[in-house]
């Protein structure tokens, strides 16, 4: 079995270099976004030039660096990381976890959900459970995750009557956060989803006139009627800490009058 390189024997030049490249930045342009020079980019990501702190975090601002890689950088340049990696169970987060579970609740009877970097579901309302009822008790056992509970056969896979166009947003939504977060545990999920089975075709069974929806819908069935969402996802702004960076709230908007009235008739 081939040993890789740790991130400190690696140095941060070839890191910094390989985040250049899969940004698509020149040199020339990555020095003047951060204030330098392409012979100094040049310079550090040979090796020839040790970055300062400061220019490692500048630079990685400027690539759009995920803040878990950022501390990766800060230690491949010999310093000490920088974000901290808070449970979400941490007394200094009750702020937050609050917050994010009054959010949730107060979007009821409409679905919502918050998940990690690897999709699984650390809070969900009302909605979401209405909607899961019925599948595979294995898949409701902790860590819940939204992409097998998805794609899974066992899971709300037969339901989905788009599951041919949802699957293909899904896996196309978790090869992009791969290519941002470049993490081997997401890659794994991802081959473990998408090698679930998948249908054909969608089945055929359109209302003859369409609703012309703004966004690809998710239609769904439920207790013998098709309900249709339109998928939102919101992150925190400027971040801080690990743990945080990485929380997604994704929230189901009813895409037709239909699927909002029949959920407002879900309300207690």
Known sequence: MTSHPSTAERGVGPLLRAWREQRRVSQLELALRADSSARHISFVETG???????????????????????????????????????PLDDPALDA???????????????????????????????GIMTLVDGVSEGLLEPPLN????????????????????????????MERQIALHRSE???????EVAAYP??????????????????????????????????????FNTPMDVTVAELAIETLLPADPA???YLQTLMP
């Open 48 to 86: 020839r030039s040790r970055p300062s702190e400061e220019m490692v975090l500048r630079l990685a601002e400027h690539l759009d660096v995920p803040v878990r890689e950022r501390n990766a950088l800060l230690l491949a340049a010999g310093y000490a990381p920088r974000y901290p990696e808070t």
């Open 96 to 126: 937050l976890r609050e917050g994010i579970e009054r959010l949730i609740s107060g979007y009821d009877p409409y679905p919502a959900l918050v998940v990690d970097a690897l999709y699984n579901v650390v809070a969900a309302n009302r």
């Open 146 to 173: 939204a992409m097998r509970l998805a794609l899974h056969p066992q899971g709300l896979a037969p339901r989905i009557r788009n599951l041919r166009a949802w699957r293909g947003h899904l896996l196309e939504q």
């Open 185 to 191: 545990p997401l890659r794994a999920l991802y081959e």
């Open 198 to 235: 998948a249908p054909d075709a969608d089945p055929a069974d359109e209302p003859s006139e369409p609703v012309p929806y703004f966004a690809l819908p998710l239609r769904i069935e439920h207790e013998g009627r098709t309900l249709s969402f339109i998928s939102s996802i919101s992150t």
């Open 259 to 261: 699927t909002a009235k």
